[in-house]
T-cell receptor
């Protein structure tokens, strides 16, 4: 079966750095998305990785290792507004988007 | 601004009473998706349209139907809502390829409550 694993919940301090991991086992791979979802709201696009390595976009960076079936989202200089769920989603060989259940990130002052 | 709009934002219905949720988009994307998302769970794809070509997920119950009368609008009909259908319903769109490698843009969602 296809599987996306993310930690259920993480806590971090305002101003700090946090890394949210995602591991996947899918039938094929055509890219990996990270989405941010605030409580009661729709997911919003953060990043897309299809090649190995680190993609940096402001305070957020996303890393991919296809050989390890692994990605992480790195958030720097955390702000209270970063409190949200972070969803990892993988595109499989049939171009189906397989979603993880999300990691709820709690930021404390 | 180009966007994905869902109405209503909150919908309350009674057990067994049909309900229709609507989605419109000004992005001119030719793929539209309907997802069901329950609390702390991943979004679950119900179906998607590539233009007028309808694609139903194998495990989507028959109780759920969809219509796409034109490029801009898509509707989700729940024929006989049960208590288990209470969830957030998300509409999303993506560009021409029809594959999820295109970024999906989500509407704000409709939260359905079934009494």
């Amino acid at each position: 079966g296809q599987n996306i694993d993310q930690p259920t919940e993480m806590t971090a301090t305002e101003g700090a750095i946090v890394q949210i991991n995602c591991t996947y086992q899918t039938s094929g791979f055509n890219g990996l998305f990270w989405y941010q979802q605030h409580a009661g709201e729709a997911p919003t696009f953060l990043s897309y990785n299809v090649l190995d390595g680190l993609e940096e976009k402001g305070r957020f960076s996303s890393f991919l290792s296809r050989s390890k079936g692994y990605s992480y989202l790195l958030l720097k200089e955390l702000q209270m507004k970063d409190s949200a769920s972070y969803l990892c989603a993988v595109v499989d060989s049939n171009y189906q988007l397989i979603w993880g259940a999300g990691t709820k990130l709690i930021i404390k002052p | 601004d180009a966007m994905v709009i869902q109405n209503p934002r909150y919908q309350v219905t009674q057990f067994g009473k049909p309900v229709t949720l609507s989605c419109s988009q000004t992005l001119n994307h030719n793929v539209m998706y309907w997802y069901q998302q329950k609390s702390s769970q991943a979004p679950k794809l119900l179906f998607h349209y590539y233009d007028k070509d309808f694609n139903n997920e194998a495990d989507t119950p028959d109780n759920f139907q969809s219509r796409r009368p034109n490029t801009s609008f898509c509707f989700l009909d729940i024929r006989s809502p049960g208590l288990g259908d209470a969830a957030m319903y998300l509409c999303a769109t993506s560009r021409a390829s029809g594959g999820p490698t295109d970024t999906q843009y989500f509407g704000p969602g409709t939260r359905l409550t079934v009494l």
